[in-house]
């Protein structure tokens, strides 16, 4: 299995779209054979889940998501499970062990109020406010 981690500094990029970055993880017999920081080359939301899809990806653990790309990567046979923060190396461990908090409503609706640039907190994602919140 492959799991992709949107990536920036060790961390777990809290907007999918805006991702230049993803760690991609090999997962054999539960345990992490190799991880890998791929760029994506300035791939944008409409074009992140094929990205994904030719990498081989199974899994895409991120923060905030939007609808779109939510079923972008369901159509390409990817599980979503967004909402996550934190250290990517540690989400990825929480997920094989069965013990990774995300939030399954996760939606990232900033898109509706007009584009932000990266970096911008004040969109709506997700319950809590902002891209990355988990329910607990």
């Known amino acids: 299995m492959k799991i992709a981690v949107t990536y920036e500094n060790g961390m777990v990029f809290q907007h999918f ?12 017999n539960g345990k992490i054979c190799s ?6 080359n300035g791939s944008g939301h409409g074009a992140l889940a094929g990205f994904l899809k030719e990498k081989g ?4 653990i991120c923060g905030g998501i939007g609808g779109g790309a939510i079923a972008a990567l369901s159509e390409a046979g990817i599980k979503v499970y967004g909402g996550v923060s934190g250290v990517a190396d540690e989400a990825v461990a929480l997920y094989l062990s069965g013990k990774l908090n995300y939030d ?6 900033h898109h509706d109020h007009g584009e ?5 907190s004040d ?7 902002s ?3 988990s329910r607990k």
């Open 131 to 133: 891209c990355g919140g």
């Open 123 to 129: 969109h709506h994602c997700g319950h809590s406010g």
């Open 116 to 120: 932000h640039t990266r970096g911008e």
């Open 57 to 60: 990806v199974d899994t895409v």
């Open 17 to 28: 779209g805006h991702s230049e970055q993803f760690k991609i993880y090999t997962e054999e």
């Open 104 to 109: 399954p409503d996760v939606r990232c609706t």
């Open 35 to 40: 991880g890998e920081v791929v760029s994506t």
